[in-house]
């Protein structure tokens, strides 16, 4: 599964995408505990966590919103990190 970070996200988890090889099936739940496992630098100054921006995400799979963290997932679903923001 390809995982695309955007604003803070790209930020906190220091790459603005990156592949995790998981099986047809597992739940966007189960991807997101595979991100947060995966080592990474300490984001830069006055950025939160990782853990804390996914966990007021919200999420596209192929470009759709996705709401429930226990859809299961293909290997070939691309999945967008989209943390809260304003802007105009």
Do not use: K, Q
């Amino acid at each position: 599964m390809l995982v695309r970070y955007f604003a803070a996200a790209c930020s906190a988890a220091g790459v603005e995408e990156e592949h995790h090889e998981l099986t047809d099936g597992v739940t966007l739940s189960e991807l997101l505990t595979a991100v947060l496992a995966v080592d990474r630098p300490e984001p830069p100054a006055g950025t939160p966590p990782l853990a804390g921006i996914i966990a007021r995400s919200s999420f596209l799979r192929n470009e759709v919103a996705v709401r429930d963290v226990a859809v299961c997932l293909g290997r070939d679903d691309i999945i967008d990190v989209l943390p809260p923001f304003a802007g105009g």
